[in-house]
């Protein structure tokens, strides 16, 4: 049971351009969703998180977005810049379930120079 | 702080062996997760310890099991391994229930 999807295997984009990488969930206990990047032969890197009671986080170019009602989250890429690429891991957590993250399969992203 | 250690990097074991993967977490950090992950399937939950107690486990065989030292150190053991276990093994603390995890690079295993 995939309770975090990314249904986009791939994206690809041009430099200076916005990338917008989606993710959806089933199980509306989950309260709190994260991003990571994942690069090559490295382990994944937090970028951003958002509690359910917000709807909207932003650092620097990258920006999530919550829709609780749709379940569905999202995360802008503004500008998108070549070193963007990378694989894009959804993530999502809750205090019913222990706390115990569960990730999505992720996005490659390709920014193209 | 340093961030989280995973020992060893690169393993080649052959089917039917055993093997024991290590990681230390970030100083202070109290839990560590273990994830697998293989091409397509994202990040599998395999086990989540917190001072020493397994709080949270996923959907995996029994051959698969960890635990946690004194120092929050932990170690994952697979027994009689399998090709399909093949794989990326990551580990990830956090200082707490609810706060983000931050993962080591990895162990990438592969079974021949």
């Known amino acids: 049971d995939q309770q975090v999807k990314q249904n986009s295997p791939s994206l690809s984009v041009q430099e200076g351009r916005i990338s917008i990488l989606n993710c959806d969930y089933t199980?509306?206990?989950?309260?709190?969703f994260l991003w990571y990047k994942k690069y090559p032969a490295e382990g994944p890197t937090f970028l951003i998180s958002?509690?359910?009671?917000?709807d909207k986080n932003e650092d620097g170019r990258f920006t999530v977005f919550l829709n609780k009602s749709a379940k569905h989250l999202s995360l802008h890429i503004v500008p998108s810049q070549p070193g963007d690429s990378a694989v894009y891991f959804c993530a999502a957590s809750g205090a019913t379930g222990g706390f115990k993250t569960i990730f999505g399969a992720g996005t490659r992203l390709f920014v193209k120079a | 702080k340093a961030g989280v250690t995973q020992t060893p990097r690169y393993l080649i074991k052959t089917r039917g062996q055993q093997v024991t993967l290590s990681c230390s977490p970030i100083?202070?950090?109290?839990?560590v997760s273990w994830y697998q992950q293989t091409p397509g399937q994202g990040l599998q939950f395999l086990f989540e310890?917190?001072?020493?107690?397994?709080?949270n486990k996923g959907n995996f065989p029994g051959r698969f099991s960890g635990r946690q030292f004194s120092n929050s150190r932990s170690e994952m053991n697979v027994s009689t391994l399998e090709l399909g276990d093949s794989a990326l093994y990551l580990c990830a603390s956090r200082e707490g229930a609810g706060e983000t995890q931050y993962f080591g690079p990895g162990t990438r295993l592969l079974v021949l």
């Open positions: 310890y917190f001072s020493e107690t397994q709080r």
């Open positions: 100083s202070g950090h109290r839990s």
């Open positions: 958002i509690s359910s009671i917000k």
């Open positions: 199980n509306s206990m989950f309260d709190y």
